[in-house]
């Protein structure tokens, strides 16, 4: 079977790079299906930019760079109407002639595919723009005293949330005509039989990067409560929470540090709320900034407690990558996150923005009898290696192929 993705992210088929470089969870499933599905032909199709096409075939996975680079007119077309670039991808359809199209993600043009082809398509959900709008709505960061700190970041923003609201409006239109998804939460589900036109939904989970699987956290004995997040450069995940949260324990006396990796302060999403480096350690929160996939096991492993603050999420690659460690977690009810843990079985809920509630969980969490937070941490971590499992998942997702390919004959 021949198959060709297309995807938002640079795919990695080798090993990670050293340094801050890591792999995503779409690179980890491309890796699945050459590990364990032969039978299966993939072309992996994503933006870089430069001018021109490029194709090479690295570790059996035919690789297409699609260009990306924009023009200042291309960059200001951008803010009166959405990017479309769907004949480009569909010269690349018809040169590779597969037997189905997957589309990771319904926030690009890549959906607009969609009726213009007669291979058939199906959209791997990582996330609806129209919810994340919802959220970003209700939250009122520090517009004015972004621009008064990083005037060149605040215009940015502003650009940027331009672009989002209209590629709020695009998603509409691909959920319209698309039929087929992929979903991995009742969230997703649930947002896709809303807004969608009669769809069919296939569950496919994501599969865990393999240096989260093999190793595994163990309780820490230490006076100091070591917590520790990973999260991304967006407004709605949680680095004022965190602040505030910490803010908190440290007015209690709580003898705590916090690491948070994946952000500095030099980061819209940090500078929005505020926050710089100084702020934040007054309040024990540590920026780690990016790391590489084996420093952030070794952060996690090290630490007692992931808190996972971000305000919505579709399926927390985060989450799921803390779960396969056995590590207690504490996160926020937001999105499908209640698909992944459940409170005080599989982890620890809170009421999303409720620094307040988290502050207190983490108190009440740091406390638990052993065997019980031993108990909780296991059943997390028995739950995420079955639902990452590899080969149960590529041979899944074969068979959701051959299904919608019969299904088009």
């Known amino acids: 079977m021949k198959v060709l993705w297309f995807s938002n992210n640079i795919i990695r088929t080798g090993k990670p790079d050293s340094g801050t470089s890591t792999w995503g969870w779409v690179d980890s499933l491309a890796s699945a299906i050459r590990e364990n599905r032969p039978d299966c032909e993939l072309y992996i199709a994503f933006r870089h930019l430069k001018k021109d096409i490029e194709t090479f075939t690295e570790n059996g996975i035919h690789i297409i760079r699609v260009p990306f680079k ?3 007119l291309e960059k200001a ?3 009166i109407r959405p990017i479309d670039r769907s004949d480009l991808y569909l010269g690349i359809v018809d040169t590779v002639n597969p037997d189905i199209v997957q589309i990771f993600g319904s926030e690009s043009d890549y959906g607009l595919l969609c009726g ?7 959209i791997h959900v990582q996330g609806i723009l129209a919810a994340y709008k919802c959220v970003i709505d209700t939250l009122k960061p520090r517009r004015a005293g972004l621009f008064i700190r990083a ?4 215009l940015l923003y502003i650009y940027n949330s331009r672009v989002f609201n209209l590629n709020v409006k695009r998603e509409k239109k691909i959920l319209s005509i698309n039929k087929n998804f992929m979903v991995r939460t009742f969230w997703d589900k649930s947002m896709i039989e809303f807004l969608a036109d009669s769809p069919i939904c296939f569950c496919c989970n994501e599969v865990v990067k393999k240096t989260f699987r093999e190793a595994e956290w163990h309780i820490q004995h230490g006076a100091c409560i070591r917590l520790v997040s990973v999260i991304g450069n967006t407004i709605y995940k949680g680095i004022n929470i965190i602040n505030l949260a910490a803010s908190i ?3 209690k006396g709580v003898a705590f540090e916090w690491n948070v990796i994946g952000v500095t ?6 500078l929005i709320w505020g926050l710089n480096t100084k702020k934040l350690s007054a309040n024990n929160v540590t920026l780690k900034g990016k790391l590489s996939e084996d420093a952030i096991v070794q952060v996690c492993v090290s630490s007692d407690i992931f808190i996972h603050p971000s305000y919505i999420e579709n399926s927390s690659n985060a989450i799921m990558e803390a779960m396969c460690l056995g590590m207690p ?3 926020a009810a937001g999105g499908g996150t209640t698909s992944l843990l459940e409170h005080e079985i599989t982890g620890y809920l809170f009421t999303p923005g409720d620094y307040l509630m988290l502050a207190s969980e983490i108190l009440r969490v740091s406390t638990l009898d052993i065997v019980a937070l031993e108990l909780v941490s296991s059943r997390a971590r028995k739950s995420a290696l079955a639902m990452s499992d590899p080969k149960q998942i590529t041979d899944n997702l074969i068979d959701i192929y051959r299904k919608l390919v019969r299904e088009a004959l």
Do not use: F, H
């Not at 213009?116 to 199906?122: A, E, G």
């Not at 005037?151 to 605040?154: D, S, V």
């Open 329 to 331: 977690i504490i996160a």
């Open 249 to 251: 324990l440290k007015e």
């Open 70 to 72: 924009r023009n200042i």
């Open 116 to 122: 213009k082809t007669d291979v058939p398509i199906v």
């Open 77 to 79: 077309i951008a803010l």
């Open 151 to 154: 005037p060149l970041k605040w």
């Open 265 to 270: 302060d030099n980061d819209v999403s940090t």
